[in-house]
């Protein structure tokens, strides 16, 4: 809402004034494709690069969370250096170090990929800790059920326990979907065309930073809107479910 306000506020500015150049977005200036239709072609880019990466990250999560749980220590302690290690290193860091270092150990991936890769080793280490703490959440008495209707401890962990544990953690994993879609900007250093680049490629052109870069904001700003929105309709919906069921 305050975004929004302020920037008709600044586009109030640039009619009065020479201080602004709002034009530079103006989607009727120029024929075929306007510089807003380019800022806007990283949407697409983005949302991939952030759903592929969270579908490798929430299953890496759940195994590494896992893990954590086990009383064999060679898996637990697997679980605290690799959670520890990976939240201890910078996600550019780890984008270049995933992009540039690579190719130096003959391992040769595209750009896309690379960016996936990072963002989910990154995101990897905090869905385990979200695994470990929704599963940790869940009642002993749930388990002590399972064992007594002579369930195996696979299938207690599938159809008690983990059913359980994401109605728990859904919030804290939606949190995690808007803070990857974020951070997602940060490929933009390796070349990636998503929003942040095409952004900056725009502005080497234009000289616009303020207007480019405030379009800019409002395109994160509406993703995540609509990506919060997604979240809670489906926290309630899952609500709605378990009532249902009681």
């Known amino acids: ?18 201080n602004f150049g709002w034009h530079v977005v103006d989607p009727t200036l120029k024929g075929g494709r306007s510089n807003l239709e380019f800022l806007i072609s990283g949407f697409w880019y983005t949302i991939l690069l952030s759903l592929t990466s969270l579908a490798i990250s929430i299953p890496m999560g759940l195994i590494i969370g896992l893990c954590g749980l086990s009383s064999n220590r060679i ?13 201890a290193i910078p996600l550019l860091v780890l984008i270049l170090w995933v992009y540039y270092g690579l190719p130096e150990l003959d391992v040769r991936i595209s750009l896309f990929w690379s ?19 929704g599963i940790q959440s869940v009642p002993r008495g749930q388990v002590e059920a399972a064992k007594a209707i002579s369930l195996s401890p696979t299938d ?26 974020k951070m997602s900007s940060l490929v933009s250093i390796i070349g990636a065309p998503e929003l942040t680049r095409k952004a900056n490629e725009l502005i080497v052109t234009e000289y616009r930073a303020l207007e480019i ?3 800019l904001a409002l395109e994160y700003l ?18 709605a479910d378990e009532r249902t069921a009681r």
């Open 75 to 87: 898996l637990s302690g697997f679980n605290r250096t690799y959670v520890e290690f990976v939240r």
């Open 115 to 133: 960016g996936v890769i990072a963002l989910a080793i990154g995101e990897s280490a905090f869905q385990a800790e979200i695994f470990r703490g």
């Open 213 to 215: 870069y405030t379009i």
């Open 156 to 181: 207690t962990m599938r159809y008690v326990i983990l059913p359980q544990a994401i109605k728990r953690i859904l919030p804290a994993m939606g949190n995690q979907f808007i803070y990857v879609v």
């Open 222 to 239: 509406a993703l995540v809107l609509i990506l919060s929105a997604g979240v809670r309709w489906l926290e309630r919906r899952m609500g």
């Open 1 to 18: 809402m305050w975004l929004v306000l302020a920037l008709g506020g600044l586009l109030i500015l640039g009619a009065c004034g020479q």
